[in-house]
């Protein structure tokens, strides 16, 4: 079974800048889409971005031009930089694949990291 685990949120200041990272471990699988969602208290949860195997590269609107989504196949890894924060941008990111394996086409969820800015 995949796992995918997430790194690197924390408290920001307005304007600073954070990366993400998430981690896919497991046995003889390969990624396909992966991509970065996030959920704010009391909302849905959002699409944040998504990149595909081939490097396409779909963005969420409210984070179009502040936010890079990157992926390294070697590492099963995929990042998210994100620069200009803003208070709204305060939300639980979650990671997300579309994995093949032995069990077939799984969409597993990794557990979050919370990302808080604020001054």
């Known amino acids: 079974q995949v796992q995918l685990v997430e790194s690197g949120g924390g408290l920001v200041q307005p304007g600073g800048s954070l990366r993400l990272s998430c981690a896919a471990s497991g046995t003889s699988f390969s990624l396909n889409t992966m991509g970065w969602f996030r959920q704010a208290p009391g909302k849905q949860r959002e699409l944040v971005a998504t990149i595909t195997s081939d490097g396409i590269i779909n963005y969420g609107n409210s984070v179009k031009g502040r936010f890079t989504i990157s992926r390294d196949n070697a590492q099963n890894t995929v990042y998210l930089q994100m620069n200009s924060l803003k208070p709204e941008d305060t939300a639980v990111y979650y990671c997300?694949?579309?994995?093949?394996?032995?069990?077939?086409?799984?969409?597993?969820w990794g557990q979050g990291t919370q990302v808080t800015v604020s001054s």
């Open positions: 997300n694949a579309e994995v093949e394996s032995i069990q077939g086409v799984t969409w597993p």
